[in-house]
């Protein structure tokens, strides 16, 4: 899994896939561009304490925009652009906040 994991992110960066396409391609095994229930909970070894059917539901809901029970690599895409920018806005609010602060 490691080993396909770093060929990945090289090969992402020799061929210069999309932003997330590599670490999308590294959960779709079968390479049809789509993500299906059972194929990304195989992803999760047995003892790996997210492997829960729970976990894997949580998942689609987030990123299954479509409701087909599918995940598209656009979808995949959308939802991590998504969270990157929540992420932002919540640093740069942090950082406000923290200048607010430091000026008291």
Known sequence: MVRRVIVLLLLGIVLGLQPYEADFLMFDQD????LKYDE?????????PYNTADFVAQFFL???SNGDKIIEFKEYAAKRDQQKLE????QQQQSISSMYHDDL
């Open 31 to 34: 390479g049809d561009q789509k």
């Open 40 to 48: 990304l909970r195989a992803q999760f070894p047995s003892q790996n």
């Open 62 to 64: 987030d990123y299954d």
């Open 87 to 90: 992420l932002e806005q919540q």
